[in-house]
């Protein structure tokens, strides 16, 4: 389905908040999302952009994209790992919803780009899947933020060493289409991290069937369905100054020199709905981190350590904690475990190991495991000044150099005293009625 489509199925289900009194795009927009996060909204009537409507908080948490695919929580690392292994081709269409209307007079002013906060740079694009292709690789898909700088021009924000900055360091120019508006199967996948040459919208597809449609500039394939599409090229030694911008972390994000990215035609549905993500908050940290866990689930299997689930929690920005639950079968797979994690996500800066019986989705038992399971002459493992993260505001500012901890929170395997006592287990029905 599409994000349409989604979006009525929240809404017949009773979880969508309709705001039919009209918001601005500037700052009002953000400050509703936030204010009522986790739950979608959906703003029928914008005051710069009649017409149109803006959608957002739509995968604020993993139980909202577990119940789109029609899965359980603790089936989605399987789901994603099963959909980058068993990856398939896209139909491709002619004719598509994302192309009702071309318009190629650019003016960025009349799209309803949303200006988050009082701080940031300009309104961002927060959302956007941006296709890009190389004749060696195919094409690629991820996200990546753009202000506007003119009616047809934005500096858009490529981190070093992701497969679109491959890409651009290698052609010096590329044609791109940022892709907004699309269903939570695209943007799970466009967040994956996956080899160079893979085309997440294989993942896509893998996950729910989607088409595909060939972009007005370029040879370039989008999604057919989704709301609003912005091509053109962008250009590595064209620079802008980008930012400020909340990222990840909630912290500002320093003003860059970035791409210039040169907006040639503009596509859109004819009653079209932007979608909103905002920066820093529940659905960024989601998209972000949750696609990630597979990588780290599979890295520990591979060293050899039974691996049960895998949780990048939005208390460490969804980016640089994880918790890792093993079935411990042998001392030592708490320490193998932690360097596994690390070397599946090279941006974590704390791993936490921890046993089947601790729920590593309840903070306050991975914090009794860490209480009574862990001893840090014993049981920390330090890295001291490798590479991470350049999101986090406490790294060395440059090189990203920081200090690495993993926390082996599993019990010895013949100890005793560390377990929690059980109370009978009744039916409260029975006392109660």
């Known amino acids: 389905m599409g994000l349409r489509e989604y979006i009525e199925r929240l809404d017949k289900a009773g979880s969508l908040l309709k705001i039919q009194k009209p918001v601005s795009k500037r700052f009002e927009a953000a400050g509703v999302l936030k204010a009522v996060e986790p739950k979608p909204v959906l703003f029928e009537h914008v005051k710069e952009a009649p017409g149109y409507r803006i959608v957002g908080n739509i995968c604020c948490t993993k139980e909202s994209i577990a119940s789109y695919l029609g899965i359980g929580k603790s089936k989605i690392i399987s789901t994603l790992a099963q959909a980058i292994e068993q990856r398939s081709l896209p139909k491709v269409v002619e004719k598509a919803p994302c192309q009702e209307v071309v318009e190629s007079k650019v003016d960025l002013s009349k799209v309803p ?14 959302s956007a899947v941006v296709v890009t292709s190389h004749e060696d690789y195919g094409q690629n898909l991820d996200f990546h933020r753009a202000m506007p ?51 997440e919208l294989e993942i896509a597809n893998a996950l729910e069937p989607i088409r595909v449609v060939k972009a007005k500039t370029s040879d370039l394939l989008i ?23 909340i990222d990840l972390t909630g912290t500002y994000d320093v003003v860059r020199q970035e791409p210039v990215f040169e907006v040639k035609c503009i596509t859109h549905r004819k009653d079209a709905i932007w979608q909103a993500l905002l920066p820093g908050a529940l659905e960024h940290r989601v998209l972000m ?3 990630r866990e597979p990588t780290i689930f599979r890295k520990v299997i591979e060293a ?89 505001p406490s790294g060395e500012p440059g090189t990203h150099l920081t200090t690495k901890m993993g926390f082996d929170l599993t019990k010895p395997l013949k100890g005793t005293g560390y377990d929690l006592a059980p109370f009978p287990e009744v039916d409260l029905k029975d006392y109660l009625e």
């Open 113 to 126: 780009i949303l200006l988050h906060n009082k701080r940031d740079g300009g309104p961002y694009i927060s």
């Open 149 to 199: 700088i003119s009616k047809d021009r934005m500096s858009t924000r490529i981190v070093a060493r992701r497969n679109f900055h491959t890409f651009l360091e290698k052609k010096g120019e590329l044609p791109v289409a940022f892709c907004v508006g699309n269903s939570p199967n695209i943007l799970v996948a466009a967040a994956t991290s996956v080899e160079i040459g893979i085309n």
């Open 223 to 245: 999604p057919a369905d989704c709301e609003w599409v912005l091509e053109g090229r962008v250009y590595l030694n064209k620079r802008h100054d980008e930012g400020p911008f």
């Open 289 to 291: 981190g949750m696609p």
């Open 304 to 392: 050899g350590v039974k691996c049960l689930d895998v949780n990048i929690n939005p208390g460490g920005c969804s980016w640089l904690h994880a918790i890792v639950q093993i079935d411990k079968q042998k001392e030592g797979d708490g320490k193998l475990a932690i360097d596994a994690a690390f070397a599946g996500h090279r941006s974590c800066k704390h791993v936490f190991v921890v046993d089947k019986d601790v729920d590593i989705y309840d903070p306050l038992q991975v914090e009794w495991a860490m209480a009574t399971r862990f001893q840090g002459d014993q049981d920390l493992v330090v890295k001291p000044k490798e590479r991470g993260s350049s999101l986090d």
